[in-house]
């Protein structure tokens, strides 16, 4: 667990904490989403990055290294040297790790594998694909367009539960790392998802398409 800053100067952080910063600016942008359709678009970035903290908050438990969240040659490499009783040079992933995309961390922590039942997310086709298009208006969002973007905001709402449900299944209703996260952590977060859910279900479904 990371400790507190030497310097006033100095901004440290860790996986729990940016994951309550994330689900709670996301509990704000949600509220104020209906009358200001500018929020959606840092709504989606929150929830993107609130999804993926959660799966490395869980991956990373009791991993030292959190090679479980790493391509699978920089997790090969730290393996070999620990094995090795970490003789010769620190391999480069220990100090810059490159870590695997977000849906390959979705899957991941869907994966007995990497996340031991309970904690293991009950992964499905359909949490896979409502993620899947969230990422992708993520991106869209993070590109800069001369035209600007034009989206149907009934298409978000539904992406935006997907992912706090799995958020809540991670941090909230099996959470494994609680014992490095911060007082009331769970609490936090439970009341974030909660005032998320309630403001995207109070908005408008969209029409379902004529067979």
Known sequence: MATEPSSPHHFQTNQPR???ACVEHAAELAHKAAEDHGAWRWLAISMTLAVQNACLCALDHGDEYGVKGMTRSDAREITRWTKNGRR??????????RIVSPLELLRRVGDPFFLRPP??????????????DLVDLRNTF????ED???IDLREIPPLVLSASQVIRHL?????IYLRYAGPHHRERVAAALDAIDAAMEHYPEEPAEEA
């Open 18 to 20: 940016e994951l309550l």
């Open 142 to 145: 993070l590109h800069f367009s």
């Open 88 to 97: 010769g040079p620190e391999p480069l992933a220990v100090r810059e790790p």
């Open 171 to 175: 941090a909230v209703t099996q959470p």
């Open 148 to 150: 600007g973007w034009t």
């Open 119 to 132: 904690y293991q997310l009950p992964y499905s086709r359909k949490i896979a694909e409502a993620f899947d």
